[in-house]
């Protein structure tokens, strides 16, 4: 691994822990994180007290053809918030991780808010 991969690595990890550090999802209000990667996106609702996830969504699971990837994150944030809803949750914490409140992550925010998660 390069010396340059390892250092971006190191500060995304750190980026993400400071953020979690104040985050912690319980059995009354689970924690809903965002995974981003440059070709996809997924969501979960976890309750950190059992470590158990509750409700996910990815990409894979809506139909994304020949839509931007602002359309689809918006569109997982909206299956994430029906499943979670279905297992029984309304009030979450939200977990942007190591990424900005922006583009992608912002659009699946305002579309899980949309259909009813409250954060």
């Not at 985050?23 to 994180?33: D, F, H, N, S, V």
């Amino acid at each position: 691994m390069k010396e340059t991969t390892k250092y971006k690595r190191s500060h995304i990890v750190r980026r993400a822990h400071r953020t979690r550090s104040r985050i912690r999802g319980t059995q009354e209000r689970p924690r809903l994180t965002v995974f981003r990667s440059s070709k996809h996106i997924t969501a979960q609702v976890i309750n950190d007290e059992v470590g158990v996830v509750l409700a996910q969504a990815a990409d894979l699971h809506v139909d994304a053809t020949g839509k931007k990837p602002v359309e689809i994150a918006a569109l997982v944030g909206a299956e994430v918030a029906k499943r979670a809803m279905e297992a029984g949750v309304t009030k979450v914490v939200f977990d942007r991780g190591a990424y900005l409140y922006h583009g992608r992550v912002k659009a699946l925010a305002d579309s899980a808010r949309e259909k009813g998660l409250e954060f």
